[in-house]
T-cell receptor, first 117, second 109 residues
Framework: GAVVSQHPSWVICKSGTSVKIECRSLDFQATTMFWYRQFPKQSLMLMATSNEGSKATYEQGVEKDKFLINHASLTLSTLTVTSAHPEDSSFYIC?????????????FGPGTRLLVL | GQNIDQPTEMTATEGAIVQINCTYQTSGFNGLFWYQQHAGEAPTFLSYNVLDGLEEKGRFSSFLSRSKGYSYLLLKELQMKDSASYLCAVRDTGYALNFGKGTSLLVTP
């Protein structure tokens, strides 16, 4: 089956620093990847859609200069949280489009838990 | 806008059957997905419906009525490991998913 990995799985950083999260599709090429954020006891909120070789499309309310997305290859997308603050502490999950029969199914990575002190 | 509703919590007994409902009002419709999410983990794909009717996959079945904006996930022969959050997600246009807030299912002995 389609496998998506994320690195790191956990990160703790000081306020004001930048954190980079990698999302990789391991056994398929992903032209489109998505970045979600999930706060405790809440659902996944789409942050941005990342297409290989082009600029990411951000959802309303998500600051593109704060959450930098780079989708440089068909198997790798990165999310950089710049100048992180405690309110950015969350569970960040990426997903990638895979093909499963006739539908395009999103396969999720294991998530990255970010804690900003 | 997007509006996806599902119950917040449900409790069921091991070995029983439980039905988790989801209603949606979205600007477009290009498929409905159900995901399972255990605490602290990423969601895992359970089912996909784009046409009306029932899709069965082992102990899990999912139903869709597009005219009613309604879907349900049916879990049979419940096991303790089925305790998790179940997320209903609608794809409107493109491939992005809009998630409901999830239903936390507790399976008791």
């Amino acid at each position: 089956g389609a496998v998506v990995s994320q690195h790191p799985s956990w990160v703790i950083c000081k306020s004001g620093t930048s954190v980079k999260i990698e999302c990789r599709s391991l056994d398929f090429q992903a032209t489109t990847m998505f970045w979600y954020r999930q706060f405790p006891k809440q659902s996944l909120m789409l942050m941005a859609t990342s297409n290989e070789g082009s600029k990411a499309t951000y959802e309303q309310g998500v600051e593109k200069d704060k959450f930098l997305i780079n989708h440089a290859s068909l198997t790798l997308s990165t999310l950089t949280v710049t100048s992180a603050h405690p309110e950015d502490s969350s569970f960040y999950i990426c997903s990638a489009i895979g093909t499963s029969g006739i539908q395009e199914t999103q396969y999720f990575g294991p998530g990255t838990r970010l804690l900003v002190l | 806008g997007q509006n996806i509703d599902q119950p917040t919590e449900m409790t069921a007994t091991e070995g029983a059957i439980v039905q988790i409902n989801c209603t949606y009002q979205t600007s477009g419709f290009n498929g409905l997905f159900w995901y399972q999410q255990h605490a602290g983990e990423a969601p895992t794909f359970l089912s996909y419906n784009v046409l009306d009717g029932l899709e069965e996959k082992g102990r899990f079945s999912s139903f869709l009525s597009r005219s009613k904006g309604y879907s349900y996930l049916l879990l049979k022969e419940l096991q303790m490991k089925d305790s998790a959050s179940y997320l209903c997600a609608v794809r409107d246009t493109g491939y992005a998913l809009n998630f409901g807030k999830g239903t936390s299912l507790l399976v008791t002995p």
